[in-house]
Structures are given as structure tokens and as C-alpha cells.
């Protein structure tokens, strides 16, 4: 593969990743927010300060790391890549599977399923069959499930947490940096005209504060939240009915349980 057709294949892949509501509405609050700014005569040049972004953008993110762990910083850029790609899940199909596992297991055996590992590329799914397969007790198979599902809630919850608290904080470095910027103003001018421009660029820090929390930060705290309420049910769904199946359920009752995980409207009719 060529460097122009890998980095074109590379941005194939990122397209189809794309989860565009959240661009679409990126897109969209800052487009008004500056279609509104410039047609009161503002000029763009005059809210990209150095000083104000650097107290607001620097304060902030290092105030956050206090709160947290450095793995937990490591992984901001994948929190990112979640919250600007969606993943697509098909609960449809994965109760047709589960289904068609659960009419084999019936016809030939749990071990019956072995041969159907291969097929299973979702590592949740692959380790609920394969304990289902090595034998595993009703009760036992449920808690090991449950607890995989907890460890992964939490490792969702510290991004969630993360970009939350940095919307907490953008404000109030806004705020900070504003009094900051009076100060010196306040302090250092005797001009009358020139004070009332530097108050003015005093405020920008606010600006960018409030901007960056409301239009940020706490949206993408957000729509990892989204996100995670999304994995967390695809997951149950594949448990429950992992655990239906060895608890020797009617495959058409476990496809009928199943299928209360999806709104009425996406189901697809039974065959």
C-alpha cells in the first residue's frame, strides 16, 4: 500500500467512524455563536489572545490532572476518539445470534458451540460463550459477566468525570484570568481609551472559560456519558441472553426476553 492510498484508507476508516452528531452540532454552536459575534461588527482577532487562552486552556487542564491520575491523562486523546466516533451496535442481529446459538446448544450440546467461537469477534460475546462452554454455573457465569461489565463502567467513568470537572473549572479560570487582566489594567493605565480596550480584553478570558465548558467540555463529558449507557446495555443484552441459554431457556422465549432491550420500534419481526 502506497503512502497517498494508506493515508487515504486511514481517513476512510475515520469517516465511517465519524459519529456526526457530534460534529454536526460543534459545527453549529460555534458557527452561531461566531455568525453572531461578526455581525455585530466583532472582529475574530480580538478574542484570540494569547494570555487569556493560555490561563483558561493551561489552568484548567492542569487543575483537572490534580483530580485524577496520570493514566487517566494518557487516555484523554482515546476519550476523545470515542466522543467523535461513534460506535454502531446491532442488538438486532446479536439476539438472532444468540438465538441461533441457543437452537444448537438445544440440538447438540453446550460444547456444540465451540466451532462458533471463531465467528465471535466481540471479546464480551467470545468470553460469555467460551465460559458457557467450559461448563460455567448459572450463578457464577452471571457474577464474572456483572463484574466485567463493573470494571468496565469504571474505566468509562474517568473519562466521563474528567472532561466534567474540566468544564467545572474553565469558568472559574475564566473568572480568574478576568480579575487578573482588571488588575493590570486598573494598575497600569492612565489613558482613558486605552483602559477601556483593556478592559475589554480583560473579559475575553470569561470568554473562553464559559466557551470552552459549554461548548466542550461538558458536551463531550456528555456524549461519552451517551456512549456508556449504550455499551453498558449492548453488554447486558449479550449476558442475558448468554445466561438464558445455560439455563437451558426456550430459544424462542429467550429471543422474546431480548428483545424488551430495544425500543419497539427498531425490532426487527421474528422469523
Known sequence: MSGTSGYGYILNCVWKQMDFATLIGLILSLGAIVG???LEGGELDSVFLLA?????????????IVTTSMSTVRQVPSYLRLAFSGTKYAPNDIINEIFRLAEKARREGILGLEADLKRIKQPFFRKAVQLLIDGTEVTVLREILETEIAYIEERHKRGIVFFQKAGGFAPTLGILGTVLGLVQTLGNTDDAARMAHAIASAFIATLWGVGLANLFFLPVSDKLRLNHDQEVAHLELIMEGVVAIQSGDNPRSIRSRLASFIAPSDRRHEV
Open 52 to 64: 487569556p487562552m493560555l490561563i483558561v486552556i493551561g489552568g484548567t487542564m492542569g487543575a483537572t
Open 36 to 38: 453572531a459575534f461578526t
